[in-house]
């Protein structure tokens, strides 16, 4: 299984900050075919369902602001929020969808400082 | 609107068994993968199993192969997850999750099953 490892486990930011978030993965999710990263990335608010933010890395759903942006390629990428909100604190998982199993990221804790 | 509910979870003993219902409103069921995925109590999201549209291909997460079966009624817009031989280490909410083109793109509330003695 592809392993995605996540950094920090959590982070505290002031608000109208940045927060950066990592995920690495044990192997590349970088589809040479179509030249895309079978990346996502989900925020979960507590006591919520997981909501799709980004995908194939740096796609944005429908929907979510644009201080929400998705960067890397391979095995390395970034989750970043500049100008970080209050409705944004939440966990934050990256998970990977080129093989199966689908795996997550153990998540990355955001808080205001 | 897209809507996914699921229901039938509760407390289970260890060795026993819980069938999870999901209704699906809002799109095309049949067009459309269906997953699992569970989260136990403060930790992360784990992949459980998944169903093809037409209910001909099934896969499972190695935890629960053997275990659990996912099955689908397309005529009821509804996914099931079978789950026997339940252990403590299966307590978790369990999320229905549609298959978007790319990966998960809707999430139903979820169902907190509990197995414990």
């Known amino acids: 299984d592809i392993v995605m490892t996540q950094s920090p486990d959590s982070l505290a930011v002031s608000l109208g900050e940045r927060a950066t978030i990592n995920c690495k993965s044990t192997?590349?999710?970088?589809?040479?075919?179509?030249?895309?990263?079978?990346l996502a990335w989900y925020q979960q608010k507590p006591g919520q369902p997981p909501k799709l933010l980004i995908y194939w890395a740096s796609t944005r759903e429908s929907g979510v602001p644009d201080r929400f942006s998705g960067s890397g390629s391979g095995t390395d990428f970034t989750l970043t929020i500049t100008s970080l909100q209050a409705e944004d604190v939440a966990v934050y998982y990256c998970q990977q969808y080129y093989a199966t199993p689908p795996t997550f990221g153990q998540g990355t804790k955001v808080e205001i400082k | 609107e897209v809507q996914l509910v699921e229901s039938g979870g509760g407390l289970a003993q260890p060795g026993g068994s819980l069938r999870l219902s999901c209704a699906a409103s809002?799109?095309?069921?049949?067009?459309?993968?269906m997953h699992w995925v569970r989260q136990a109590p403060g930790k992360g999201l784990v992949w459980v199993s998944r169903?093809?549209?037409?209910?001909?291909?099934?896969i499972y997460a190695d935890s629960v192969k053997g275990r659990f079966t996912i099955s689908r009624d397309n005529a009821k817009n509804t996914v099931y997850l079978q789950m026997n031989s339940l252990r403590t280490e299966d307590t978790a909410v369990y999320f229905c999750v549609r298959g978007g083109v790319v990966t998960f793109d809707y999430w139903g509330q979820g169902s907190l099953v509990t197995v414990s003695s």
């Open positions: 192997q590349s999710v970088l589809y040479s075919s179509n030249n895309k990263n079978y």
């Open positions: 809002g799109f095309s069921f049949s067009s459309h993968w």
């Open positions: 169903i093809n549209g037409a209910g001909a291909s099934t």
